[in-house]
């Protein structure tokens, strides 16, 4: 069971190319979600999913877009980084919530710098 | 909207001692959850703690507390005998039921010497 798994854990872009980042989880969860961490500040909501095939705009959602084929999966894409987008970004996964305890578990991260 | 604030950037203690750590939130709604995470310097988020705005008592667990108190909506979360690997950065994050958000404080860096 390996939990939240994100793919690659380090990368370094060019101003302008693209690239996505994977998440994959092996516990069954409905909800997946990305976030980003910048220094002094908390994470924050970049896009999430409450379901295959649906996604919805979080806090931060400006320059990226996601896409959940598939249940297990979590695609995270840069169409044209910005060095803005330099950060640490965790995907997370979590059991239905609705009105309920549920926590989120979070993968390694991956650490972004665009140049 | 909801929000998090942690008002203590860093603390140092000393091993084997108690720690509390802040933190207040803000929110309208009166059906919530607040959790508490890890982060130590490895990086991963690691789950710690839960309270629901109704639940009656404050939640434990191991060596973790969180004391809640609704009226003031301050949720500090309580480290007692506190050991060497409770160095890291530590967040608190909130969530009103039915918002899918979980919003995160900027977090509390706890370092405890030896």
């Known amino acids: 069971n390996a939990g939240v798994t994100q793919t690659p854990k380090f990368r370094v872009l060019k101003t302008g190319q693209s690239m996505t980042l994977l998440c994959a989880q092996d516990?069954?969860?409905?909800?997946m979600y990305w976030y980003r961490q910048d220094p002094g500040m908390g994470l924050r909501l970049i896009h999430y999913?409450?379901?295959?095939?649906?996604?919805a705009k979080g806090e931060v959602p400006d320059g990226y877009n996601v896409s959940r084929l598939k249940k297990q999966n979590f695609l995270l894409g840069l169409e044209s980084a910005a060095p803005s987008q330099t950060s640490v970004y965790f995907c997370?996964?979590?059991?239905?919530?609705?009105?309920?305890?549920?926590?989120?578990?979070f993968g390694p991260g991956t650490r972004l710098t665009v140049t | 909207a909801q929000k998090i604030t942690q008002t203590q950037p860093g603390m140092f203690v000393q091993e084997k001692e108690a720690v509390t750590l802040d933190c207040t939130y803000d929110t309208s709604d009166p059906s919530y959850g607040l959790f508490w995470y890890k982060q130590p310097s490895s990086g991963e988020m690691i789950f710690l703690i839960y309270q629901g705005s109704y639940d009656q008592q404050n939640a434990t667990e191991g060596r973790y507390s969180l004391n809640f108190q609704k009226a003031r909506k301050s949720a500090n979360l309580v480290i007692s005998a506190s050991q060497l690997g409770d160095s890291a950065m530590y967040f608190c994050a909130m969530r009103e039921f039915g918002n899918e958000k979980l919003t995160f404080g900027t977090g509390t860096r706890l370092t405890i010497i030896p």
């Open positions: 516990m069954n969860h409905e909800y």
């Open positions: 997370a996964s979590s059991r239905w919530t609705g009105e309920s305890s549920y926590e989120q578990y």
């Open positions: 999913s409450v379901g295959e095939g649906t996604t």
